[in-house]
C-alpha cells in the first residue's frame, strides 16, 4: 500500500499512548514489543510505557543480544523470539476435558479467550507469517476452532521496520520491510527532535480506532522520510535468499551430501520451528484422572526435528538427522508451496538466531542447491 499524502495521518508520542489507550477502551489485550529476561518479547502492554524505549537487538548466528540505541526509539529493533503465533497458536491449549459420572461423560470444550487481542508493532514478516498460518488453519474443508476463536477478532498495528537484524531476509522473500496489507493500521516511527509515527490506514476499524485519537495530517515530507526509512532498511538487510526457482532445485537435489554436513552441526533441539511464525506442528497428550472420572486433551507444539514426530507402526520414519533436517528445510521452501500455495519462509530469521550452533537456511539452501547436478540428482 503507497503512502498517500491525502490518508495518511501523524502521531507523536502522546498520540500513540492515547492509540493503546484506546485498545484498551475496546476491550482489547494489547500484546506488543516489551524488554523481557534480556531479550524484546511480545508481552500484555498496560501503557506505551512498556516498549523498548531506546533498546534495539544483535542479531547474528546463534546470537542475541540488547544494544541501547542511544536514542528513545519505541520500534528501533528487529523481531524477538517470540511471533503473534504464541498467542495465536500457543504452545500449550486446552481441547476439551471430558467429567465421567459412572454412566458416562460429559464434553466440554475449551472455551475461546475471554479478550481480542490487539498486537501492536507486530512487523511485515509477522503479518505475512499470520497469512501463511490462515492458509493452514483456515480453510473452506478445515477450520482449526483454536486458531480460528484467538485469530478473528484481531486487531493489528503493525511497525513498518526501519532497524533490520543480521539475521533478517524479508526483503528477498517479498513479505517486507514494509507491510502492503494484512494490517488495521501501519505505522512509520520518525525518530529525532519531533518523534512521531506515520500513520497509514488499513481497514475500518483502523480508521475508527485512528479517530479516537490525536492526529494531524501527514505532510508530504513525512510521506517522503518515511518511505526512505524502508527503503534504507530493504538495503541493510542482513541476508537474503533467492526464491528464483528454489522449489525445483531443492527437490532436485533430495540426496544432497550437504545434507551430512548440517546434521553433524544441528542438534536436533527444535528451536528453530519453535521460534518460526509460520512452523505449525502439534501433538496431542491426554492427561486422565487413575480413576476414569475426568480427562483433559491439551495440543502442544511439536517439532519436526524430533524423532517421534515421523512415528508410525513400528517406529519413526526419519531417524537421521540429515532427514529430519532436509525435511523441514524442503518443506519450508519447496513442498510448503505445493500444500499452501505460498512460501513456508517470510525472512524473519529467526531460526538463524536462534539455533544454537547457528546453522543458516539461506546458507543451507545456497549450498543444498549448489551440489545439484544438471539432469537430476545431487553430489
Ligand atoms: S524458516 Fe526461519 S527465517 Fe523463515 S520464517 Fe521460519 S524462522 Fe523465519
Ligand atoms: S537447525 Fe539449529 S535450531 Fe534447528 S534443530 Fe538443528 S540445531 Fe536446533
Known sequence: MALAAETARVLDLEGLEALVEA????????IGPRVRDGVISLAPLSSAADLPIGWSD???????????????ARFGYAVGPDAPKRWLLPPHSEVFEAEG???????????????????LGVR????????????????????????????????????????????CFCASVGTGPRAEDGFDLALTE?????????????????????????????????????????????????????????????????????YRDVARRCLACGNCTFVCPTCFCTGLVDRNALDGSHTARERTWNSCFTIGFSYIHGGGIRESVSSR??????????????????????????????CPVGIDITEE?????????????AR
Open 58 to 72: 544483535d542479531q547474528r548466528p546463534g546470537h542475541y543480544r540488547l544494544v541501547e540505541r542511544g536514542d528513545d
Open 190 to 258: 520518525l525518530v529525532g527532535e519531533d518523534h512521531r509515527f506515520v500513520v497509514e490506514v488499513g481497514s475500518e476499524q483502523g480508521r475508527e480506532l485512528l479517530a479516537a485519537v490525536p492526529t494531524e495530517p501527514a505532510a508530504e515530507g513525512d510521506l517522503t522520510v518515511a518511505a526512505a526509512v524502508t527503503d534504507d532498511a530493504s538495503r541493510r538487510m542482513g541476508r537474503d535468499l533467492d526464491t528464483e526457482g528454489l522449489r525445483e532445485d531443492l527437490l532436485g537435489a533430495l540426496g544432497s551430501s550437504r
Open 101 to 119: 459420572d459412572g454412566t458416562g461423560f460429559t464434553l466440554r470444550p475449551a472455551e475461546p479467550p475471554s479478550r481480542r487481542f490487539a498486537f
Open 325 to 354: 533436517y532436509r525435511q523441514w528445510l524442503t518443506h519450508k521452501l519447496a513442498t510448503w508451496q505445493d500444500q499452501f500455495d505460498v512460501l513456508g519462509c517470510v525472512g524473519c530469521g529467526r531460526c538463524i538466531t536462534w
Open 124 to 167: 511485515p514478516c509477522e503479518l505475512a507469517g499470520i497469512a501463511v498460518q490462515d492458509r493452514v488453519f483456515i480453510r473452506d474443508d478445515l477450520r482449526d476452532v483454536t486458531y480460528a476463536s484467538r485469530r478473528e477478532d484481531i486487531l493489528t498495528v503493525a511497525v513498518h521496520c526501519g532497524e533490520p537484524a543480521g539475521t
Open 365 to 377: 539452501a545456497r549450498a543444498i542447491r549448489a551440489t545439484a547436478v544438471p539432469g537430476g540428482g
Open 23 to 30: 485498545l484498551h477502551a475496546r476491550d482489547y489485550e494489547v
